[in-house]
């Protein structure tokens, strides 16, 4: 596929040379806020005139300087944060100015407070249910926000270059959208695989227009090679959306024993992937409207979380999925507990379901490979197919 496709090949590279960008950018005075998650509100920082980057958290290679401080049973995103960060070997780390952070789960909210000692922490108290009030009282820490981004970088943030950012943020998931969807065609051109490296490495990139048009360009190729019956997958290779928690370059263990013994994964329902895609809707109010698109993302760390069900919905028959794999990193309770509640959902609807509760260590390799192997074997047994 690489040969065959340019600007995949230009992508693999965006995190090496966004490295370089991003000192650049530093050396010429802009400011840089490091993001850990999708909860985020990176309108503000791009208003702010500022460059919102993704920070490392996918390797197991820091993990054990992490684990001088933190318990070895946290779960393994949070531990290889938090590793990056005190082996200063993640350069967005090190050239952020400020961190923006979130309480989604209790692990990272303890581990932004260690943080805190290394760089400059904005911590933003996000409301785990869906209701008015909620809503309200994200509108509040979105206006705090903004009071510390202007106090901290001295711009205003005005009401036009607000508007401009959220038109430049929605292109960049219409764009993304874009290429995600192109793996609804059948077969897939691209492996979930390599959809993984563009998805990880587009996170790190300093000119966000610049990443627009990369992506479509990408998007273009691949349509192209559809057209053409180009796919590293047959007809009836089993299609597996994958949901759970993230996945990045360095944490895509299971991503890789699933097309390695014989599936495809289509989709990544995760805050990675879909999730990621959805826009802001202006509205009367535009900070309220930012508001409310973030409040939407379907997040476990959410009570209830009835979105997720119907984001899977919608994702399996888009993408004409043939099973679904809940990825379920240990430590992540939040996860773990709604792996029931989805399990018991795509059974109802007869959609094949297996959930996987793993690390970033390669120990459990065989065993998750035969796993993965009997459950793709059931679904092409279901399909009538021989392999």
């Not at 990139?205 to 053409?228: C, F, W, Y």
């Not at 998750?368 to 192997?373: A, G, N, S």
């Amino acid at each position: 596929m690489t040969a065959v496709c340019a600007a995949l090949t230009e992508v693999g590279s965006l995190r090496e040379r966004n490295a370089i960008a991003v000192k650049v950018a530093k050396d010429r005075g802009r400011k840089v806020v490091g993001t850990y998650c999708l909860f985020s509100p990176v309108e503000l920082i791009v208003a702010a005139g500022a460059i919102p980057v993704s920070l490392c958290g996918t390797s197991a290679t820091p993990i054990p300087a992490a684990e001088k401080v933190l318990p070895r049973s946290l779960c393994p995103l949070i531990k290889s944060s938090y590793g990056f960060a005190v082996t200063d070997t993640c350069p967005f780390f090190h050239f952020s100015d400020l961190l923006l952070a979130e309480t989604t789960c209790d692990g990272k909210k303890k581990m932004y407070e260690l943080l805190g000692e290394l760089k400059p922490v904005h911590l933003m108290q996000l409301p785990q249910v869906k209701d008015e009030a909620a809503l309200d009282y994200w509108v509040l820490e979105l206006k705090r926000l903004i009071t510390r981004l202007e106090q901290t970088f001295e711009v205003e943030i005005t009401p036009e270059k607000l508007a401009a950012a959220v038109l430049l943020i929605n292109e960049e998931r219409r764009s993304l959208k874009r290429l995600q969807d192109v793996l609804k065609r059948k077969p897939a051109p691209i492996s979930g695989l390599d959809l993984l490296g563009v998805l990880h490495n587009r996170g790190f990139t300093v000119d966000k227009r610049e990443a627009i048009d990369l992506i479509d360009r990408l998007t273009r190729e691949l349509t192209d090679l559809s057209d053409q019956g180009v796919s590293p997958f047959r007809a009836d290779t089993p299609r597996i959306v994958l949901t759970g928690g993230p996945v990045g370059l360095g944490s895509e263990k299971v991503v890789r024993l699933i097309e390695e013994v014989g599936g495809s994964v289509v989709c990544f329902e995760s805050c990675g992937g879909y999730k990621k895609v959805d826009p802001v809707v202006p509205g009367n109010d535009l900070l309220r409207s930012i508001a409310e698109r973030y409040l939407r993302v379907p997040c476990s760390c959410m009570s209830p979380n009835s979105g997720r069900l119907l984001l899977l919905d919608e994702l399996v028959r888009e993408f004409q999925a043939d099973g679904v794999i809940d990825l379920t990193w240990q430590g992540c309770h939040t996860y773990n507990v709604e792996s029931f509640t989805v399990k018991r959902h795509l059974e109802a609807a007869q959609v094949p379901f297996l959930q996987i509760e793993t690390d970033y260590s390669e120990f459990d390799t065989e065993q998750l490979k035969v796993r993965i192997e009997a459950f793709l074997e059931m679904i092409d047994a279901g399909k009538g197919v021989r392999r």
